[in-house]
């Protein structure tokens, strides 16, 4: 009897305690979403049931002001909805938030560890110190040979499927993939030949909406000490192991050999060459530099091919800004060829159809921020918040992209929205694909760089054609919970342009 007491006192004690934490924003007065026992307020993203996104998206709708509090478990959130603030968070108050709520343990999971998106504090400076040297103008500039070599591969392909629907990211994953192999590691994947290239299967098995990788990132969000200690890792043993050995293969045939590539590892080569020129031990590590590498490779894979697919797939269904599209890359050349750096980014048209895209479909769904020392943030409509220091700040973009107020009609596709005057009319940070402020993509300028080229060489070649008109909303894949992605895939014909 006295056990089952003392268990009852505890379940009791237990509960009491949630039910004060879970009245953190209530005693401060701030519009909440009430905690629901055991999840707080995100029950459907830890049950999968619907993408972080779409709970995102109630949640907006539900707070009517410039910012509200939600709870994951039982830790309280801040959940924004005023674009000042997110221009605080990312800018004007940068040094309260300079870290992302994400925790990877470099020990148990090194690659990611390593990452800067992933990385805090000093270790952050560091880690982009080595990253965006690499990811200048001048060299995406001498990245643009191999970019366009994969574009030829990828039309080459496509001629031979014409008369087939393509899914629109499985396509444009092969693309990102060879593109991004070259461009970081110097390796030739041919996906296109060989869809079972060992690049290929390693990129694809990065993110795989698997429960098991789906747990590990939601321990990297809500539970960094438990994955900790049962080391959960994100990137499985078998992709972590592959990269570092790509590395030292490329490493010691490049000194075998003598030889040099202009891609992203070189870069890192050569400053262990210089170092030990100089009598000192290498700079980084075989595993640093599979991590710098990876950094690269994610940056450019996963997103670029998601971006892509949804590229294809509106302007497949909408035959009016697709040739607009195509009438103004053929204005600027007729092979893919033509196009240098300048022209690529030069073409307005190309850059409003690419934006539209990233509004209505983000690769990723928002923006997770801790507060790393107490700040009192302000909305436009008067009201004021203290953010404790360890506090997440939400910052939902894939809400704030569509919102009516700053987007009318938000699920027309509709790339004018983008014209300099339209920009001009609406809050600088209710778009921010890239993130905004110090820690904004550093690959920024790579990855539009090879997805506008992707774009011109398909539109030059072919024109897109749905497999069928949609319905209502796309449906989204609620186990592929960090990404924005299609359920039942982006599926589309490509017809060769001078056939019609």
């Avoid at 949630?18 to 459907?44: E, H, L, M, N, T």
């Avoid at 870290?99 to 952050?124: A, Q, T």
């Avoid at 747990?215 to 992709?239: D, Q």
């Amino acid at each position: 009897m006295l056990i089952l007491q003392l268990f009852l006192a505890s379940i009791l004690v237990a509960f009491l305690i949630w039910k004060w934490k879970v009245s953190y924003w209530q005693r401060r007065g701030v519009a909440c979403i009430p905690a629901k026992f055991p999840f707080g307020s995100i029950a459907d993203i830890i049950l999968m049931r619907r993408t972080i996104g779409e709970v995102y998206d109630e949640i907006y709708y539900d707070l009517k002001s410039g910012f509200g509090g939600i709870y994951r478990f039982w830790w309280p959130a801040l959940f924004v909805r005023d674009p000042e603030i997110v221009k605080a968070v990312f800018v004007k108050e940068f040094n309260s938030f300079h870290d992302n709520d994400y925790f990877v343990d470099p020990e148990v999971d090194p690659i990611l560890g390593l990452n800067p998106f992933n990385s805090k504090g000093d270790r952050w400076k560091y880690s982009r110190g080595i990253v965006t040297p690499s990811l200048t103008i001048l060299k995406v500039k001498g990245m643009i040979p191999g970019i366009k070599s994969v574009c030829k591969q990828m039309a080459d392909y496509i001629e031979t499927q014409t008369d087939e629907f393509l899914e629109g990211y499985d396509l444009m994953g092969k693309y990102t993939t060879d593109v991004v192999g070259c461009s970081a590691y110097g390796i030739e994947a041919n996906s296109f030949e060989n869809p079972n290239s060992v690049l290929r299967q390693m990129s694809s098995r990065m993110f795989d909406g698997s429960l098991k990788g789906n747990i590990a990132l939601l321990c990297a969000l809500y539970f960094p000490a438990l994955g900790k200690l049962l080391r959960f890792k994100i990137l499985t043993e078998e992709v972590n192991q592959y990269f570092i050995s790509v590395v030292r293969e490329a490493v010691s045939l490049r000194k075998k050999d003598g030889s040099s590539r202009d891609d992203f590892l070189q870069s890192l080569i050569n400053a262990n060459n210089d170092a030990e020129g100089r009598g000192n031990p290498p700079v980084y590590s075989e595993e640093e530099m599979a991590a710098h590498s990876m950094t690269f490779f994610l940056d450019g894979y996963e997103t670029a091919a998601l971006l892509l697919g949804f590229i294809v797939y509106e302007l497949s269904l909408n035959p009016e800004p697709q040739e607009k599209l195509r009438q103004e890359i053929r204005k600027n050349g007729d092979s893919v060829e033509a196009f240098d750096f300048e022209t690529i980014h030069g073409m307005e048209y190309l850059d409003m159809v690419v934006m539209e895209t990233l509004r209505k479909h983000p690769s990723g769904t928002s923006f997770s921020r801790l507060c790393t020392r107490d700040v009192v943030l302000k909305s436009q409509d008067g009201s004021d918040v203290l953010v404790e220091e360890g506090t997440p700040v939400i910052l939902p973009m894939y809400s704030l992209h569509n919102d009516p107020e700053y987007f009318p009609d938000p699920d027309r596709f509709d790339p004018e929205r983008f014209t300099k005057e339209n920009r001009a009319t609406r809050p600088q940070f209710c778009f921010f694909p890239f993130g905004g402020g110090p820690r904004s993509c550093p690959g920024n300028t790579f990855a539009m760089t090879m997805v506008k080229l992707a774009v011109i060489t398909v539109l030059l070649r072919f024109r897109l054609e749905p497999k069928e008109i949609p319905v209502g909303k796309l449906e989204l894949d609620p186990g592929n919970q960090f990404f924005h992605s299609a359920k039942h895939g982006l599926w589309l014909k490509y017809k060769p342009v001078d056939a019609l």
